[in-house]
């Protein structure tokens, strides 16, 4: 039986994985959990799944899940810390991890893995947003396997020539007959919103998706779009596409995820139900197919299609997103740090929807040109970012 390690177990993405071991039983064994401080999930899913470890960063929260076990009469090893995580990833009877923790967070566990050699299921976009060259080379130096989570880069990878998706990060997609790569997304809640509307957006609103069921970072960065941005970003990496290669499209219904442009006219497309069991049963099961717990799509009842290009007044997070793929990894890296200070700041409310964007321009005028040539260069480019923008915030609060 399979062994797995689900970091961020308490989040969106761990909640659906946790889904699909439910309808798939005795196919694998959960070898770690893992979250910050969600005590009561990780006591529920730690009682339900008995993993051999629990890992929670914090803690005072690790005492407390310690002691609920033992009084439940659980064998549960819980660890504290975020080395933990790290040992997590790489511990030698996992065969598989989930990467599910948001933000950087996620990068050191998640690269942790990857020198482990694993198979690593990628649902943290920042790993490749942060570090996607030296990130790509670790994945091939150290022989792990790399399969997409997000349902985008999942339904692309579904929609290659199997040759292409063994060769992730250094595959030759004009050579497999591919012109294009087409990046579909919902345009979030406000694709039809006036734009002098926008301003105005509070976080209730932003938060509440009209297809997605998402924790509210995500959520918010699929409002403005620069979920998107990430996306481009991860595309880029995963697929050793070319700008040209990769178009973002806006269609609205969410059904389908992604699709693949050939040279030869075909266009092949990846539909379902909007729903991460997809997705995470395909890449826990690969290259074989296991339920999901999803039901399948109903064609008489999902209506039309429709297909918007993405406006870039509307969405000017995305845009500042390509602009800062062409530019490199170090105006990624600096541009992803200061979305996550700004969506943090509108979330609290203190400041504006559109100030995110402001934010996040400032950071990529002020960093996009650093040099940074290895992965302490970026994380040390990541704090200065994050720095920077909290700078900005406090001058938009006043």
């Given at each position: ?50 993993p ?59 690269m942790a ?15 490749l ?15 792990a ?10 339904a ?12 992730p ?21 406000f ?17 509440a ?77 690969y290259p ?16 039309e299609?429709?297909f ?39 979330l ?24 940074a ?10 704090c ?13 609060s006043?």
């Amino acid at each position: 039986m399979r062994q797995l390690v689900i970091l961020g177990a308490s989040g969106s993405i761990g909640q659906s994985t946790l889904k699909v071991l439910r309808h798939n039983p005795g196919c694998w064994q959960v070898l770690a959990l893992t979250a910050w401080r969600s005590l009561d999930a990780m006591l529920r899913d730690c009682l339900e799944f008995s993993p051999r470890f629990a890992v929670m960063v914090d803690e005072s929260a690790a005492r407390e899940l310690a002691s609920r076990l033992k009084a439940h009469g659980s064998q549960t090893q819980v660890l504290s810390g975020a080395k933990a995580l790290c040992e997590m990833s790489a511990h030698p009877d996992a065969h598989s991890v989930m990467a599910a923790i948001v933000g950087a967070a996620g990068l050191a566990p998640t690269m942790a893995a990857v020198r482990a050699g694993k198979r690593i299921l990628l649902a943290n976009k920042e790993a490749l947003v942060m570090s996607g060259a030296f990130f790509m080379e670790a994945v091939r130096d150290h022989g792990a396997e790399l399969l997409p989570i997000d349902s985008e880069h999942n339904a692309i990878f579904q929609c290659l020539p199997e040759a292409i998706q063994r060769q992730p990060g250094f595959c030759d997609l004009a050579g497999a007959g591919i012109s294009k790569i087409l990046l579909t997304g919902s345009g979030g809640p406000f694709r039809y919103t006036d734009i002098n509307d926008l301003a105005k957006v509070t976080p209730a609103q932003a938060v509440a998706h009209p297809n997605w069921s998402m924790g509210a970072k995500i959520s918010v960065d699929s409002a403005t779009m620069f979920n998107k941005g990430l996306e481009y970003i991860e595309a880029r990496w995963l697929f050793n596409a070319a700008p040209e290669q990769i178009q973002v499209v806006v269609h609205p219904q969410s059904v389908i995820h992604s699709m693949v442009q050939y040279k030869d006219g075909s266009v092949l497309a990846q539909l379902g139900n909007p729903d991460m069991c997809t997705p995470i049963a395909h890449a826990l099961a690969y290259p074989a197919r296991i339920p999901s717990g999803v039901e399948p799509l109903d064609f008489f009842s999902v209506g039309e299609f429709s297909f918007i290009r993405p406006d870039v007044e509307r969405y000017p997070c995305l845009a500042l997103a390509m602009a800062a793929c062409q530019e490199g990894q170090s105006a990624t890296t600096a541009l992803n740090a200061a979305n996550e200070e700004a969506v943090a700041a509108f979330l609290a409310e203190r400041i504006g929807f559109m100030d995110i964007a402001r934010v996040n321009e400032s950071a990529l005028l002020t960093f996009g040109q650093h040099s940074a040539d290895s992965l302490d260069d970026l994380i040390a480019l990541d704090c200065a970012a994050r720095a920077r923008a909290q700078d900005l915030i406090k001058a938009l609060s006043r």
